[in-house]
């Protein structure tokens, strides 16, 4: 044990130092900042802030002024920044959609977005029954295999995405064909819902209903989850008509 932490502070330091200096530049960024001042101002290593600098300016995050040789905040930040506020945002006028449908269906309710190849919770009201889905805000599931994440990608226009998964077999439902998915996507725009039946959890079913704005970007979407015997085939009609007329009137909040 005394090995792996001992191993594992070399990297901490690094991204610690790194964002020494990135939040070092943000707070500087009415004057100049030079590889000079930073190693004075942080005590740390001209040739660390070096390698530090370089590696923010090729990730976008700098920007160097190869003139002046000074740094400035680059345009990742901005676009980071605007996709962090833009779901705050979408978390707020969620949240009262996600408590009428937890009262309607009794079951656990969720709100995902697309996070690289991933889905994100960003947020959920767990079921009030004994058995529930045990996945908490914040977890990040598989996109091609998941209620939200294959609702999401029916309504992308783009799915280049998909050439950057590793299709893994969680169950023997599982979806790990592309073609296979491409289709199951198509289905899913056509009716207007994505029903995930055990393909990630066994026992567990999920439907799920994208949200989009008024220019039809998806945003993120909407489920109901519960085990497979309470999310029966009985109660999937209503299960549906009732995910779909919330998520009805939450788009035309969006517009």
């Given at each position: 044990?005394?090995?792996?932490?001992?191993?594992?502070?070399?990297?901490?330091?690094?991204?610690?130092?790194?964002?020494?200096v990135l939040e070092h530049i943000l707070e500087h960024s009415h004057r100049e900042v030079t590889v000079?001042?930073?190693?004075?101002?942080?005590?740390?290593?001209?040739?660390?802030?070096?390698r530090i600098l370089q590696t923010l300016s090729n990730r976008g995050y700098l920007v160097k002024n190869e003139r002046y040789h000074n740094y400035s905040p680059g345009f990742k930040l901005i676009e980071l920044g605007s996709r962090t506020q833009e779901k705050i945002e979408l978390h707020s006028?969620?949240?009262?959609?996600?408590?009428?449908?937890?009262?309607q269906?009794?079951?656990?309710?969720?709100?995902?977005?697309?996070?690289?190849?991933?889905?994100?919770?960003?947020?959920?009201?767990?079921?009030?029954?004994?058995?529930?889905?045990?996945?908490?805000?914040?977890?990040?599931v598989p996109v091609y295999c998941s209620g939200?994440?294959?609702?999401?990608?029916?309504h992308l226009n783009d799915h280049s995405i998909l050439d950057n998964i590793k299709f893994e077999q969680y169950t023997s439902k599982t979806i790990t064909d592309k073609q296979n998915l491409l289709s199951e996507l198509k289905k899913i725009r056509e009716q207007g819902y994505c029903l995930?039946?055990?393909?990630?959890?066994?026992?567990?079913?999920?439907i799920a209903v994208p949200i989009?704005?008024?220019?039809?970007?998806?945003?993120?979407?909407?489920?109901?989850a519960g085990p497979s015997f309470r999310l029966s085939n009985e109660r999937l009609d209503q299960l549906i008509h009732d995910l779909k007329l919330v998520v009805s009137q939450l788009n035309k909040k969006l517009r």
């Amino acid at each position: 044990m005394k090995k792996s932490e001992e191993e594992n502070k070399p990297t901490l330091k690094v991204v610690d130092r790194a964002l020494m200096v990135l939040e070092h530049i943000l707070e500087h960024s009415h004057r100049e900042v030079t590889v000079t001042g930073l190693s004075k101002d942080l005590h740390i290593n001209k040739t660390v802030i070096y390698r530090i600098l370089q590696t923010l300016s090729n990730r976008g995050y700098l920007v160097k002024n190869e003139r002046y040789h000074n740094y400035s905040p680059g345009f990742k930040l901005i676009e980071l920044g605007s996709r962090t506020q833009e779901k705050i945002e979408l978390h707020s006028i969620v949240r009262p959609y996600l408590e009428e449908l937890s009262q309607q269906t009794g079951e656990t309710v969720n709100l995902g977005v697309l996070t690289g190849n991933q889905v994100a919770y960003l947020d959920k009201i767990e079921s009030s029954n004994f058995l529930r889905t045990d996945l908490r805000i914040g977890t990040r599931v598989p996109v091609y295999c998941s209620g939200l994440g294959k609702a999401i990608l029916s309504h992308l226009n783009d799915h280049s995405i998909l050439d950057n998964i590793k299709f893994e077999q969680y169950t023997s439902k599982t979806i790990t064909d592309k073609q296979n998915l491409l289709s199951e996507l198509k289905k899913i725009r056509e009716q207007g819902y994505c029903l995930d039946d055990e393909e990630y959890i066994p026992g567990v079913r999920c439907i799920a209903v994208p949200i989009l704005s008024g220019d039809k970007k998806v945003k993120g979407a909407l489920s109901v989850a519960g085990p497979s015997f309470r999310l029966s085939n009985e109660r999937l009609d209503q299960l549906i008509h009732d995910l779909k007329l919330v998520v009805s009137q939450l788009n035309k909040k969006l517009r």
